[in-house]
């Protein structure tokens, strides 16, 4: 597990506040990419990318409300 940490200090979060927060990237020996995005007022956005190419996205508020989660494939069509 190879992980990235990179931290920022004024980005939109998902509640359209400006604030700091940190970034991490992870990425595993199987071809799962994670990348999560950790924001200062605690909201938090994950995005898991698997090997075949779909991947998930889920966002978090900071009171805890889900805004997003999806799911995207490679099926065609
Ligand atoms: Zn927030």
Redesign the pocket.
């Known amino acids: 597990m190879v992980g990235t940490v990179s931290t920022f200090n004024s980005e939109r ?5 400006k ?1 700091g927060g940190e970034r991490t990237r992870e990425d595993d020996s199987e071809g799962l990419l994670m990348d999560t995005i950790i ?1 200062k ?3 938090r956005w994950v995005r898991e990318q698997y090997h075949d190419g779909s991947f998930d996205v889920r966002v978090v ?2 009171d805890g409300r889900i805004l997003s989660d999806e799911h995207s494939g490679m099926h065609e069509g």
Do not use: D, K, L, S
């Open positions: 979060a998902p509640c359209g506040r604030v924001y007022c605690g909201c508020r900071h």
